[in-house]
């Protein structure tokens, strides 16, 4: 199957930046996602990018997408306690065909 | 907004057990999605479904069924439960196939 990836773990200081990354290996894909997990909760779909757009942003995050390299990132600007989750990215290349990463923990330090 | 019920939070059953996951969504999606997600290694695909009674196996579909009866209700089925799925499960739904909604999970431990 298709191979997204992310790194585990990221730690930053409350009112920092934090960037989650993502690879992905296939070039077909139309739709990529970010999704959100808080502690002991499901998914919750925070933004995504049409495979077409390079940036999108949205209040205090910023997706950028680069085709070329298929690297996907998450910006959070001025990154509060209430960030602490699970990110998940994931690719989609068409309907029923969506793959996740395997997350990545952001832990915000006050 | 979209809703995703799933019917326990918490189950914890015994080797051998049959085991019921229940799913329900109120938004009239085609689509719905069993996942299991375990530490290193993210969400990985059980089985899906695109329409009443049509399923479809996804990446790890080996000592689960699933039924899809009506549309708004999606079941995962352990036929005889095994230490090594005890995993948190999480179902989704979909109109589209790819922006996915997703219950709160069922945290499953079987002894």
């Known amino acids: 199957g298709e191979d997204v990836e992310q790194s585990l773990f990221l730690s930053v200081r409350e009112g920092d930046s934090s960037v989650i990354n993502c690879t992905y290996t296939?070039?077909?894909?139309?739709?990529l996602y970010w999704y959100k997990q808080e502690p002991g909760a499901g998914l919750q779909l925070l933004t995504y990018?049409?495979?077409?757009?390079d940036m999108k942003q949205d209040q205090r995050l910023t997706v950028l997408l680069n085709k070329k390299d298929k690297h996907l990132s998450l910006r959070i600007a001025d990154t509060q306690t209430g960030d602490s989750a699970i990110y998940f990215c994931?690719?989609?290349?068409?309907?029923?065909?969506?793959?996740f990463g395997t997350g990545t923990r952001l832990t915000v330090i006050p | 907004d979209v809703k995703v019920t799933q019917s326990s939070r918490y189950l914890v059953k015994r080797t051998g057990e049959k085991v019921f996951l229940e799913c329900v969504q109120d938004?009239?999606?085609?689509?719905m999605f069993w996942y299991r997600q375990d530490p290193g290694l993210g969400l990985r695909l059980i089985y899906f479904?695109?329409?009443?009674?049509?399923?479809e196996k996804g990446d790890i579909p080996e000592g689960y069924s699933v039924s899809r009866e009506k549309k708004e209700r999606f079941s995962l089925i352990l036929e005889s439960a095994s230490t090594n799925q005890t995993s948190m499960y999480l179902c989704?739904?979909?109109?589209?196939?790819?922006?996915?909604?997703f219950g709160s999970g069922t945290q499953l431990s079987v002894l």
């Open positions: 994931a690719e989609s290349t068409g309907a029923n065909n969506l793959f």
């Open positions: 989704a739904s979909s109109d589209n196939g790819e922006k996915l909604f």
């Open positions: 479904s695109y329409d009443v009674k049509m399923k």
């Open positions: 296939d070039s077909s894909s139309t739709y």
């Open positions: 938004m009239d999606h085609e689509n």
């Open positions: 990018i049409f495979s077409n757009m």
